[in-house]
């Protein structure tokens, strides 16, 4: 069956003979449409509000916030959307907003206790009728965040001054060193 309005005709007699009209239509404005096709994910994009970014690559950390923003080609019913950091499920969860007309964002924050590495998704999403779209793992636009959890360290401190009063590792400063 093709999508689309659902068209039908009645043609019927009575028990004499007698031929009713032809009906094509109902008398209380009623009807039903046949939708078979499955929507799909177009603009899928992430991004973060860390201050550190690249063209398409984002390095986020602790307390940022992801952003996954999508348009979906027909109303779709609120999307399942799954975060991973590193390989491994994202500690807070993600909050859904239908933003405007078919579009969609999902939203969550990166946790101390989240695993330092790329930041992936799931998206999982169907059409008001149940007609189930393809799950979406990657972004159209090449964009990426990566979680750095890692906190930096120093490998070699050391401290020196001018002063002619040294020892190996001691040295004497006086004002004007």
Do not use: R
Not at 115 to 140: E, K, L, M, P, Y
Request: glycine share 8%.
């Amino acid at each position: 069956d093709t999508d689309g309005a659902v068209a039908f005709t009645i043609d019927f007699v009575d028990t004499a003979g007698n031929p009713g009209t032809l009906l094509t239509s109902t008398s209380d404005s009623s009807s039903v449409t046949f939708d078979k096709t499955a929507p799909t994910l177009s603009s899928v994009s992430i991004d973060s509000d860390s201050a550190t970014n690249t063209a398409t690559n984002e390095i986020a950390t602790v307390g940022d916030t992801v952003t996954l923003s999508f348009t979906a080609s027909e109303t779709i019913a609120a999307p399942t959307v799954a975060s991973s950091v590193g390989g491994v499920s994202a500690e807070g969860p993600v909050t859904y907003a239908n933003v405007s007309g078919n579009d969609w964002t999902a939203t969550f924050t990166l946790a101390a206790g989240d695993t330092g590495g790329a930041v992936a998704f799931t998206i999982d999403f169907a059409d008001t009728v149940g007609n189930a779209g393809t799950q979406v793992t990657s972004t159209t636009d090449s964009s990426s965040v990566t979680f750095d959890s890692t906190a930096p360290t120093l490998s070699s401190v050391s401290i020196d001054s001018d002063s002619a009063t040294n020892t190996a590792t001691n040295e004497i400063a006086k004002v004007g060193d």
